[in-house]
């Protein structure tokens, strides 16, 4: 029997938030008192998935490489961190003000008319800093002040010694960060993609000024195998090269990564050459030497920095954005086995049979106490089995075993396919094995 066509809707991004809501991904944050403009918390299924985003990341960029440590640093950083990164005086966008309505956008996002009321006359633009300040302790003098961080990659550079300290790291070598950054964007929107507080991922990979291209390129290609790792079809990437002008302030060289939203062509990652910027302020403002010795050669130098930068929050929508399908009248959610919040589900063909709920239940138990897992496992008897298989559908769980009489015959299990909702019975004993092998695929 064949399968229906898949389609993606024309309106992608409500059906995606509708989802989101309505299966535990994504709640609009606050949302008993009105909510927050553009806060958003991640639900019982989305925050399993971030986890399993963060952990494939972290496993192929880190643990599987003998070139990149990683470290986790504090949110809070000395002030004198953001003065002498240019963070202070450079962090920031165009902001423009609509002179009949007086709401405040960013330049570049207004494109003539107000969005607001449809004004067409704004005030000439100036710079508006994304940092936000914050008060450390009970004393409000202007000693008190520091930043919430506008990125996590100056505690890599601030920790470059620390680390050639302790490890036995050697150029060119890399460390890597996960963790929260903060910006008081001026036009925050479009769901989870443009928020005031958003979660990366980054290493700053140290090169050889001389071989800084070659590590450019490389690291190119490592953020295209990424994309295909988190079920992302290149063709809905464009590598767009940042003209002079345009670039942060640190930066003589970036790509940016866009992607094909349902709102536009937007930005999803970022690769930059640093050159040696942050490491030679950091030398200079604090006093502390950051340079390297080559061990082989005696040559000291600052080493100059290719950053790699991957917005977690937004690999979570192009995630979604990615996975999602209807098929005539169910919704699947095809995210890659590896990224699903439940590998699997059990459950009984019928609720009320309790021999049937028994065997079950034991299967399920099995599955999640063993340590050979594959993952965390859902338990489902609501409703008619149809009912049950549509559900794990939509939320993306890549497998369905059920419990029949067949089952308690044989000692064998229905096993659903999620994508192509093709059944086989597989043995009890060999279960977990079939599931674990799957997910890996």
């Known amino acids: 029997m064949s399968q229906p066509k898949e389609q993606k809707p024309n309106n992608l991004l409500e059906k995606i938030v509708s ?107 100036k710079r508006f800093n994304l940092m936000f300040p914050v008060r450390l302790g009970p004393t409000e003098d202007s000693s008190s002040i520091t930043y919430l961080r506008g990125e996590i990659a100056q505690a890599m550079f601030v920790n470059f010694k620390n680390v050639l300290d302790t490890t036995r790291v050697r150029l060119p070598f890399g460390i890597a960060s996960q963790g929260m950054a903060f910006r008081n964007e001026i036009t925050p929107g479009n769901f989870i993609f443009r928020t005031r507080e958003f979660d990366l991922m980054e290493l700053e990979y140290f090169v050889h000024e001389s071989e800084w291209e070659k590590w450019f390129e490389y690291w190119r290609g490592q953020m295209r195998e990424w994309l295909q790792d988190l079920g992302v079809d290149l063709k809905n990437i464009h590598e767009v090269e940042i003209p002079d002008g345009e670039r942060a302030h640190y930066s003589k060289r970036t790509i940016d990564f866009e992607y094909d939203y349902p709102f536009g062509q937007k930005e999803l990652y970022g690769l930059a050459y640093r050159t040696d910027f942050d490491l030679k302020n950091h030398m200079e403002k604090s006093g502390q030497d950051l340079s390297y010795t080559d061990p082989e050669t005696g040559e000291k130098f600052v080493p100059h920095v290719v950053e790699p930068t991957f917005g977690l929050s937004r690999s979570v929508f192009v995630a979604l954005l990615e996975a999602y399908h209807e098929e005539g009248d169910r919704v699947v959610l095809k995210l890659p086995p590896k990224l699903a919040p439940y590998k699997a589900a059990v459950f009984p063909l019928v609720a009320n049979k309790p021999e049937l709920v028994s065997k079950a239940r034991e299967i399920y138990q099995s599955l999640v106490a063993s340590r050979y897992s594959p993952g965390p496992i859902a338990w489902d008897d609501r409703g008619n089995i149809g009912k049950r298989y549509y559900s794990q559908d939509e939320i993306g769980t890549p497998y369905c075993v059920t419990v029949d009489y067949q089952t308690l015959e044989d000692g064998t299990v229905t096993v659903r396919d999620r994508d192509t909702a093709k059944q086989e019975r597989i043995k009890i004993i060999e279960l977990e094995n079939f599931i674990e092998e799957k997910i890996k695929t």
Not at 24 to 50: C, H, R, T
Not at 73 to 78: D, K, S, V
Not at 89 to 117: A, N, T, W, Y
Request: hydrophobic share 35%; charged share 30%.
């Open 19 to 125: 989802l989101a809501k309505r299966r535990g991904f994504i709640f609009p944050g606050s949302e008993i008192y009105g909510g927050l403009a553009n806060s958003w918390d991640y639900g019982p299924l989305g925050v399993q998935l971030k986890k399993n985003i963060k952990d494939l990341w972290w496993s192929k960029f880190v643990e599987r490489r003998e070139d990149v440590v990683g470290i986790d640093a504090a949110i809070f950083m000395n002030p004198k961190v953001w003065e002498a990164s240019g963070h202070v005086s450079e962090f920031s966008d165009p902001l423009v003000e609509c002179k009949k309505c007086h709401q405040r956008f960013r330049e570049d996002q207004i494109k003539g008319l107000c969005p607001d009321c449809g004004g067409k006359e704004f005030t000439e633009a």
